[in-house]
């Protein structure tokens, strides 16, 4: 531990409060101490300066001491403006203008004007002073405190490249960075939508990690908006958040957000995770248990026999649920956002039920284990003085987590915070990996690099359990040595199930349905299939009845649908984001067909008036791409569709679609025109297994509108994969733009097992 980090006291005479300085000769242990957290994924150091200490290191302590005097620039500005408004000057001009009124010019001229501060009066009360101060920022004035504050994040932002040299290498990071702090806004829009074009979001967001806070509080000082200033100076001076400077949401609306009441019940674990589940009280074994209950809204809870003989107790809760936020959970996205900023939540809630129905003793020794929002909800609960009164809370571990704005009551609690630097979640909090602050000197921090970079990769519990293994050893060695009264064999485990008590089921009442589970090559999947958030754009083609008819199944009884002297393709475009068999984009093909038994012309106009399990014709799936192999294989083995699996990157969400599919040749982008409200569109969808065919049920509940196609552009590349190319260009529209689009921003839909029909 570096306890005090060579860091000495030092009066802030301006502000009255009590800041900190580093000292450049630290002591030897702290040397070694900070070296292995800074050293944690195991690079050789950098290149060393006369000092004695690496060039990230000097970087760090430089960014500290021009904070300082930023700081001490601001404290400047607060008394000019304090001074400059005072009721004693007031009243001294009113009865002797001529010195009074010179007086009160001079302070103006030196609080606002390039050659002086260059500031806006914000600490002065609010009237002519605020606004004069507003309007300077507005008007792109920047204080001279903030531009030191700038320079001190340009320090820190050095320090990352030191670690991160791929960046410097990365003609996109390259130049977002020099954009955000050139405080040139367009450029740095501009390079940020070609980061997420080029690299994709995933690897984009996680390039951005290390760098984030700085880049956040660089563009929170040079902005425009004088509101954003406390939230700069936080991020710049190493101070904790609050909810509201950084994200513009107050107390009150994130209480709003989640009002479940939080419960919690006792439901026993499976036969294959009682098979998995640690008995022993090791680091590595709790997190493995916590990667056993994923993220369905469970937690568990083991007493453990120290080598004392003694009994201790562990709680161990999982990360958010990916996907939209879950109403029957508290694990989800909105309760994440709200442990961040507020101990009240229904998960901490949740967790002190649990707690009290598993019986522990009050004063007895407990150990809280989280992963990302379960981390953030154990910190929530230690720094509940109530709660310490009751257990004494011995030791607090967190994996990737923002937990740096949070502080145990009980000041004997061992804190560990263990974060990827490419990982954004940690983030969150305000402190990136270039800051050299550090709020809690007697915490074990690990801020590493790890070998895997791409988010949501980087922040799963199975990645931080392998690089606690093979990049970071000495991390895990540390914890378990702090950890040594809990290891010993587990007497007791029971896993309990959290709910939001308050708020219906995920999906209700549309998606709350009778379910079945069939046999599939990618293992048992309940039917109907449930999407609980999807997107979609259906782009509908007039195309030629007589080459259709070639597409379809060689039997004489089906025959596309005609619509005068055509029939009507459709390459219908969906990007799941959560469902019942995992988050996958598709892309399909297919052709309205009439009436299997008794064709009539127009009959797909009367269908429309009827419901969906009472139409008869529907849509054929002529090819089908798919970008996960359990959708694959559902679509093929319960569907009877021609599935395959494929990349392709979705963006369905905005007015502008873009689809691209490099393996299949395909590309879909352009802006949607106007649109008109049409009801929801439920289809009746049609494949082959063998001799038979297959006839699915597709429910949908959304926002369906009816646009214009001349926005849009279907495009094939001259090496386009087939079926779906050759199908495309048969068809005449492999360079086409459609007769109207369908689109469908979010909605819901399920998909009921196929029912197979003597044809």
Known sequence: MD???GAAPLADHGSGRRATARRPHLPPHVVEQRERRMRADGTAPGRPVPDGQETKELLRRCARDVVDVAEGIRAVSARTSTALFSPALTVSARRRPRTGLAAQWALLRALTTRQGLGGSAITAPRGVGHLLGAAGEVLGRESLAALVAVGSLRLRIAAVLADHPEFVRDPGMRRLTEAVTADRDLEAVRALRALFRDQGAQRALSGLAPLMAELLAIRALLDEDPKNDETGWALAAGRELSADPLHGVSAARLANLDRGEGAAEAVPLTDQERQVIATEGTFLGFLRNIETLSTDGRILLQNVRGPDGVVRYVLQAPGMAPGRPRNDS???????????????????????????????PRGADLALIGHSEGGIAVMNLAQDEEFCRTYRVTHVVTVGSPVDNKKPADPRTWVASITNQHDIVPVLDGRGAGSAFDPHPNWYEVDYTGPTHEFPLCHMIHEYIEHLRTVVPEARLRVDEALAPYRGPVVRTQAYQLKDRANPPEGYPFLTLPTASLPTAAGPVDV????????????????????ARTLLPDVTWMTPSRLGRHALAVLSLYEHRCTTIGPYAEIALSVLVDDLWRPRPYDVALDLLRRVDLRRTGRYLLSLAVTSEEARVVAREIWGQPATRTAVDAELTGRRIDVRSPDLGLTVDGRLGPGARCPDADWILYGRRGESTIRTQVRTHGRLRLHGGGGLRLRLDTAAAEPLAGQLRRLGIAAARPRFVLTCPQF????????????
Do not use: K
């Open 748 to 759: 819901m839909l399920h998909r009921s097992a196929g029912a197979v029909l003597p044809r």
């Open 3 to 5: 306890e005090g980090a």
């Open 528 to 547: 109907p299939v449930r999407y609980y958030d999807s997107s979609a754009a259906h782009l509908c083609f007039p195309v030629d009845a007589d080459t």
């Open 330 to 360: 508290p694990q989800d996205f909105i309760g994440a956002w709200r442990n961040l900023f507020m101990p009240d939540s229904p998960y901490t809630r949740s967790l002190l039920l649990a707690l009290r129905d598993y019986g522990i």
